[in-house]
């Protein structure tokens, strides 16, 4: 199984990016999938996540709406568009697939994911 994210970069505070993450051997339809992300000198944190069955989507509170998470079952690709970027958003943003247990009270274990990309890293300039 292999989760290859991609689309970070360095854009200016205000801005928009979307993150892409795409599989391989692994069905982004038939899995959970989430996005963390690790600021430097911080730990990693949970950004977002969408059920296997596409009825429930969670974000961090801290995102106040900003960020959506979606996923191309056609593509096998999920995504991560983020809008209104702070600097406070810079962070290496992972993908994860293939969520233990029960959604509502996991999704935003990052232990709890069995698969895990490379990351992308995502720079916002004040």
């Known amino acids: 199984v292999q989760l290859q994210a991609s689309g970070g970069g360095l854009v200016q505070a205000g801005g928009s990016l979307r993150l892409s993450c795409a599989a391989s051997r692994l069905t982004v339809g038939s899995y959970t999938v989430a996005w963390f992300r690790q600021a430097p000198g911080k730990e990693r944190e949970f950004v977002a996540a969408?059920?296997?069955?596409?009825?429930?989507?969670n974000y961090a509170d801290s995102l106040e709406g900003r960020f959506t998470i979606s996923r191309d079952n056609a593509k096998n690709t999920v995504y991560l568009q983020m809008n209104s970027l702070k600097p406070e958003d810079t962070a290496v943003y992972y993908c994860?697939?293939?969520?233990?247990?029960?959604?509502?009270?996991?999704?935003?274990?990052?232990?709890?994911?069995?698969?895990w990309g490379q990351g992308t890293l995502v720079t916002v300039s004040s």
């Open positions: 994860a697939a293939g969520l233990s247990g029960a959604f509502s009270s996991n999704y935003y274990r990052g232990y709890q994911y069995r698969y």
């Open positions: 969408f059920s296997w069955s596409g009825s429930y989507t």
